[in-house]
């Protein structure tokens, strides 16, 4: 597996480049010179013309795809839109969930007064679903399958900070022990599988969960 500037290269070809991003990395470059580092600055130099396609949270890790050219850019963002692509993420979440698997179905808006947080609004909220299945248990916790059948911005987080079990780890919706038990986020992306733009067959990414 190739590795440049600190990121796993799962696949590239002529039209996209599937890669592995490290927790606590932007996607792209956010404001002023001190969050300029992310992964398209990191792979520009190896491939000019890449373009952000999707983008996970700064502290999520896992699978991401980036496009080449201009075509397979607006193939893929249609994917992305139109829910084409399958999604799943794998996080150690705080306590024990009453059931084995369910869905969370809330709607979710920016948080204004507390930006980049999100926030349950049944009003002017956005719809948003997650599928959960819970994979093992131990004595504080429970690692869950997320499956999120829609894209909203801190998606994951937010409901399962509604269930009462917040993610391990989350610097923005966990408290105390929950907090404080990881000094990162156990959210990873583990599988992105989509439609590739270029020969239309469908392939599925994988990337293996470091916790």
């Known amino acids: 597996m190739e590795r440049i500037n600190g990121i796993d290269i799962l696949f590239q070809d002529e039209s996209i480049v599937v890669v592995d991003k490290p927790h606590d990395l932007l996607s792209v470059p956010g404001k002023g010179p001190d969050n300029k580092d992310c992964v398209v600055s990191r792979l520009q130099q190896r491939f000019p013309t890449i373009r952000i396609v999707h983008r ?22 249609r994917q992305f839109q139109e829910r084409q692509t399958h999604k799943v993420y794998v996080a150690k979440v705080y306590g024990q969930p009453s059931d084995n698997q369910g869905q969370v179905e809330l709607p979710l808006r920016c948080d204004w007064e507390n930006r980049p947080k999100q926030m349950v609004d049944w009003e002017q909220g956005k719809h948003a679903l997650t599928h959960w299945y819970v994979l093992s248990r131990d004595s504080e916790s429970a ?24 993610i391990l ?14 000094p990162r986020l156990l959210l990873h992306a583990q599988l992105l599988e989509l439609s590739h733009p270029i020969t239309e067959k469908r392939q599925a990414f994988q990337s293996i969960c470091p916790f």
């Open 169 to 182: 780890g989350d610097r923005f919706y966990a408290s105390g022990k929950a907090l404080n038990c990881s």
């Open 143 to 166: 690692r869950i399958k997320l499956t999120p059948i829609t894209g909203r911005s801190h998606q994951l987080r937010v409901h399962m900070l509604a269930m009462g079990h917040p």
């Open 56 to 77: 996970l949270d700064c502290a999520t890790s896992g699978v991401m795809v980036l496009a080449l050219d201009a075509d397979s850019h607006r193939h893929l963002s």
